[in-house]
Nanobody, 115 residues
Framework: QVQLVESGGGLVQAGGSLRLSCTASGSLFSIEAMGWYRQAPGNQRELVASITRGGRTNYGDTVKGRFTISRDNAKDTMYLQMNSLKPEDTAVYYC?????????WGLGTQVTVSS
C-alpha cells in the first residue's frame, strides 16, 4: 500500500505562484511514476504533470512553461511549482503514484486563482 498526502493549496491572485507538495509513505519501492492531476467542477480529471523514477517529466499542454514538477527521493516528496497562475487553473489538485498493478491517489488540495 501507498499513502499520499498533498499540501500547499490555497487562494492566490492571477499571476501569482504556489508550490504543492505530495509526501508518500508505504511500499514505495514498486512505484514507477508519480504525477499531479486536477479536476475542476464539471470537468474530467486531467493530467497536469508527471515524473518517472528516472526523472523524465511530462506536462499537460495548458501548463507547459508555467509549472514545474520535481521530486526529492530522500524525502519521498514530490513537488509542483506553479507560476503565472490563471483563473482557469482553479481546481482540486490530486497526487498520483503508479506501479505496474495499480494507481494510488491522495485526497486532493484545493487551488483557487482569483482574477
Amino acid at each position: 500500500q501507498v499513502q499520499l498526502v498533498e499540501s500547499g493549496g490555497g487562494l492566490v491572485q492571477a499571476g501569482g505562484s504556489l508550490r504543492l507538495s505530495c509526501t508518500a509513505s508505504g511500499s514505495l519501492f514498486s512505484i514507477e511514476a508519480m504525477g499531479w492531476y486536477r479536476q475542476a467542477p464539471g470537468n474530467q480529471r486531467e493530467l497536469v504533470a508527471s515524473i518517472t523514477r528516472g526523472g523524465r517529466t511530462n506536462y499537460g499542454d495548458t501548463v507547459k512553461g508555467r509549472f514545474t514538477i520535481s521530486r526529492d527521493n530522500a524525502k519521498d516528496t514530490m513537488y509542483l511549482q506553479m507560476n503565472s497562475l490563471k483563473p482557469e487553473d482553479t481546481a482540486v489538485y490530486y497526487c498520483n503514484a503508479a506501479n505496474a498493478w495499480r494507481a494510488y491517489w491522495g485526497l486532493g488540495t484545493q487551488v483557487t486563482v482569483s482574477s
